[in-house]
């Protein structure tokens, strides 16, 4: 580009004299015009050529920043989906080993008159915190013929939950709901006319990612809490 200009300027510094000898694009004995206009147009024609030539190439470079621009936003964006798709994997990677954990996670014990429904429940409990990002949560497991509460296990001072099974009835068809500073997770299935519920104590930390995952937690609570009470196991 640049050797463009440099021969635009070498030809108009040197107009005059190759209009004075007839070598230039106006020159010649028989133009009607003057020499001194001769060197005008000449180099008036020369700065009009520089100035095409350098619209041309602004209105190129003006193209390839756009297409240079629009290549790193797709760049940006690829980057921010690949990244977005690792963290989700790693998080349903996480999920998946939480799950296994609470399925296989039972203590190891030689004697089975030894083992407590407590030790069995620590797996679920460690879930939940991990889960849910806290530790201020409540399990209860509630019969829904009379609504009494046969299990309760509190993890956290400040749960204060006064919440009445009767009221939980209120949930009817909903497995999940936001009741003032709780949410409130719900096992899908009864059993035994059995259902259980996971209190969480809402904050600014604890944003719930994944509500399936919970139920889940849920249900594992009330298999856990038959098959125990199957045992004659208490917690």
């Known amino acids: 580009m640049y050797w463009i200009y440099l021969i635009i300027f070498i030809l108009a510094v040197f107009s005059p004299e190759l209009v004075h000898r007839g070598l230039f694009i106006f020159g010649g004995q028989n133009t009607p015009f003057s020499a001194r206009t001769m060197e005008e147009l000449s180099i008036f024609v020369l700065g009009i050529i520089g100035f095409s030539v350098?619209?041309?190439?602004?209105?190129?470079?003006?193209?390839?920043?756009?297409e240079k621009n629009k290549i790193q936003s797709k760049?940006?964006?690829?980057?921010?989906?690949?990244?977005?798709?690792?963290?989700y994997i790693g998080e349903i990677n996480r999920k998946i080993d939480i799950m296994k954990n609470i399925a296989l996670g039972f203590p190891e014990v030689k004697d089975a008159k030894s083992l407590k429904g407590r030790d069995i429940y620590n797996s679920i409990e460690e879930a939940i915190k991990i889960l849910c990002k806290t530790n201020n949560f409540l399990i209860r497991v509630v019969n829904v013929r009379n609504n009494e509460t046969e299990l309760e296990i509190?993890?956290?001072?400040?749960?204060?939950?006064?919440?009445k099974n009767n009221s939980l009835n209120l949930m009817k068809e909903k497995d999940f709901l936001q009741n003032g500073d709780l949410y409130i997770f719900r096992s899908p299935q009864?059993?035994?006319?059995?259902?259980?519920?996971?209190?969480?104590?809402?904050?600014?930390?604890?944003?719930?990612?994944?509500?399936?995952?919970m139920h889940t937690v849920a249900t594992q609570i009330l298999f856990l809490f038959i098959l125990l009470k199957k045992l004659k196991l208490k917690y």
């Open 154 to 163: 509190q993890n956290g001072l400040n749960m204060g939950i006064r919440i």
């Open 54 to 66: 350098y619209l041309r190439k602004e209105k190129q470079l003006k193209i390839n920043r756009e």
């Open 190 to 213: 009864l059993i035994d006319n059995k259902r259980s519920y996971v209190f969480i104590k809402r904050s600014r930390a604890n944003q719930i990612e994944d509500i399936g995952i």
């Open 75 to 87: 760049v940006a964006q690829m980057s921010k989906a690949l990244k977005d798709s690792y963290t």
